[in-house]
Structures are given as C-alpha cells and as structure tokens.
C-alpha cells in the first residue's frame, strides 16, 4: 500500500513529504525516517496519510505528548 509521510525538519522547520510503499503505517514512517536520514533531514513525521486521504497515524512512533518534548 502506498502511504504519504508528512513531517517537518526538526533543525530547519522545512516542510517534508514522501510517498513510501509499506505493508503498513509504522513501517511506513520507519522508512521515511530511514530516506530522510539519508539525506541528512531529522524528520519529525506529523502524519501518516493512507488511502482517500485518511491519516492514519500522527507520529506512530512516538506518543504525541513526547513530541513536544524532543
């Protein structure tokens, strides 16, 4: 399935989007974590938008109360 990750560069605030083919939500983030890594972004993913436009998940990876705190 094919997922849209949305997020912002945690040391810039740069918008960051990317289209990533995963089995699921939180693979999906893993891997656009892992792409932006890569390209030397520290992605804070704000969204992860599946089918029809649904979010599905806001940062998986982390509860939303410790986002703030990083």
């Known amino acids: 399935m094919t997922w849209l990750i949305v997020g912002v560069d945690r040391r810039t ?3 960051w989007h990317k ?10 983030a893993r891997t656009a974590l892992a ?4 390209d030397g972004i520290d992605l804070v993913v704000a969204a992860v938008i599946g089918p029809n436009t649904t979010i599905v998940a806001a940062d998986p990876l982390r509860p939303a109360r410790l986002l703030h705190a990083a």
């Open 13 to 15: 605030l740069a918008p």
């Open 19 to 28: 289209n990533v083919l995963e089995r699921d939500p939180d693979a999906a």
């Open 35 to 38: 792409h932006a890594d890569t």
